[in-house]
């Protein structure tokens, strides 16, 4: 079991770090935390562990086996790297809320027109089980989509520093009580100052071409989670109907058995249940048209307020004792109260304020999608994407009539091998095909408290204006049917940022120099 000297950070107090190597050994010493009638976790290290090499493996072998307690597992922890996986089975995977951690490789930072050994950076159709003349479709279309985010690059960015040259922007946000512009700094402050704006300048590019990628789209994810977690996210993959998704379950099932072999195998036990998008394939309502930016966002179901400030009451009166309810005018001035007491948005409000909740349905591109997925306070439900529903354009590559007939042109392609696929391998297929310009109509409930802070994280600068416009907008309707709740969402951001990163780059910038 190794020194039992290192095996916790000190002997003498009531608060320590258990040190041992293995993740099996340590959750199952917490583990008897439950019925050891020892007063130090440390006696049972020393009397039942420290000379005994397999007594964690052997702790949850019989926990399994005879109880069939789950609950353990989730005192054990690993860290996973997934790489060349699809953004369609990403999305798979995130949409998980409980004991898992998620970190992917960016589409806005990084650059995605560098090729592997096999080319572009897209899933081949034999993983995903496309054959015939349609592989050749699909993989001339995801080169096409690649080499045209690669080829508009450039004049990309000249344009944005066109339409938005450095002496014209701003570098401090008005919030920070003043507005400094390069026309007021010394050398030293420009020549950050331009590191800043080169920087979101590339930012900005990318935000734009990140509509050209398709959903097969490789990326790498980092995933941390408790042994429980992983053992639901096996089962998930496994009971998916896409080739790439089972077989990915299967390499994490294996990678995991060789840290905890009696926990994982539990996973093919497990139902994962939730929602199969085939049920739905066929009822997606065609729309080729645009959607007035409007629809975009709609609130389709809430309370009253009136009835909401009534719960809120009730649920205030008890926690503080009172026989009687708060009355409306209390509780609405309570709510000032306590906007007023938000000094940031980092100072969350209550969880009264989960009380409250919303139905909206969101109609944005893929990619602003997949940062609103992010959120799994969230309840999204969601189908299969598809080409059905139009596309956004990226408002820089609108102005240029070269890049904008190139991009309609790309669009139209995209969906007649949609469509193609979908007639052929079925729509979970046909995903993959798919660029992220394409909208996805998504129904999301949310309580007025996630509503905070989704509105308020992601209507900052640096946000990615498609997400930026889905928070304001989310902020807008719940005000318009809860005026009085919705004042606790104070510090959501209206202003337009063109270059959403300049305010971060310099500040950062200032903190290197």
């Avoid at 995991?256 to 139902?271: N, V, Y």
Wanted: charge should be neutral; include cysteine; charged fraction near 30%.
């Amino acid at each position: 079991m190794g020194d039992t000297e290192k095996a916790f950070s000190n002997r003498d107090r009531d608060v320590f770090l258990i040190s041992l190597n293995r993740g099996l050994d340590r959750g199952a010493l917490i583990s008897r935390y439950s019925r050891a009638a020892a007063l130090d976790i440390r006696e049972v290290y020393d009397k039942e562990f420290a000379n005994n090499p397999d007594r964690g493996s052997e702790f949850y072998k019989r926990v399994f086996s005879e109880y069939g307690d789950e609950s353990i597992a989730e005192l054990i922890y690993a860290q996973l790297g997934i790489q060349n996986v699809s953004n369609v089975v990403t999305k798979i995977m995130e949409e998980q809320r409980i004991g898992l951690s998620f970190i992917e490789k960016s589409s806005r930072y990084v650059r995605y027109d560098k090729k592997g050994e096999e080319g572009y950076l897209y899933l081949r159709p034999e993983r995903i089980g496309i054959a015939g003349s349609a592989a050749s479709e699909y993989t001339d279309l995801c080169d096409s989509l690649f080499s045209l985010y690669g080829k508009t690059y450039e004049p990309l960015k000249k344009m944005i520093q066109e339409i938005y040259p450095p002496e014209r922007c701003v570098f401090t946000s008005r919030k920070s009580g003043s507005s400094a512009y390069m026309d007021s700094m010394d050398q030293e402050e420009k020549k950050l100052a331009l590191k800043a704006y080169d920087t979101a300048v590339r930012a900005r590019a990318l935000d734009d071409l990140r509509y050209f990628l398709p959903a097969s789209t490789l990326t790498n994810l980092g995933v941390s989670g408790n042994a429980r977690a992983f053992t639901y996210l096996v089962a998930r993959l496994g009971s998916s109907g896409l080739q790439e998704a089972k077989l990915l379950g299967q390499e994490i099932f294996e990678e995991l058995s060789k840290e905890f072999a009696e926990i994982i195998k539990t996973s093919g036990s497990i139902s994962a249940g939730g929602f199969n998008p085939k049920e739905t394939e066929d009822h997606v309502a065609v729309s080729t048209g645009d959607v007035p930016d409007a629809s975009r966002v709609r609130l389709i179901g809430y309370n009253p307020e009136d009835d909401e400030i009534r719960r809120i009451g009730i649920a205030i009166s008890a926690i503080t004792g009172s026989n009687n309810n708060a009355d409306q005018q209390s509780v609405r001035s309570w709510i000032r109260s306590a906007a007023e007491n938000r000094a940031s948005r980092r100072d969350k409000p209550g969880r009264v304020f989960e009380i409250p909740s919303y139905h909206f349905m969101v109609n944005t591109n893929y990619g602003a999608f997949r940062d609103l997925q992010r959120h799994r306070m969230m309840t999204i439900i969601r189908g299969t994407l598809s080409t059905q529903a139009g596309y956004d354009i990226p408002e820089i590559i609108a102005r240029n009539e070269g890049m904008l007939s190139e991009f309609k042109e790309i669009m139209k392609r995209s969906a007649f091998v949609w469509e193609k696929l979908r007639s052929s391998f079925g729509g979970e297929v046909a995903q993959y095909c798919v660029p992220y310009a394409y909208r996805y109509p998504v129904y999301i409930v949310i309580n007025a408290r996630e509503l905070v802070h989704f509105t308020e994280l992601r209507s900052t600068p640096q946000a990615h204006y498609d997400l930026r416009k889905i928070a304001v907008k989310m902020h807008e309707e719940a005000s318009k049917v809860h005026p009085n709740i919705a004042l606790i969402a104070k510090f959501v951001d209206r202003e337009e940022y063109p270059l959403g990163r300049i305010f971060s780059e310099f500040r950062k910038e200032k903190k290197l120099a």
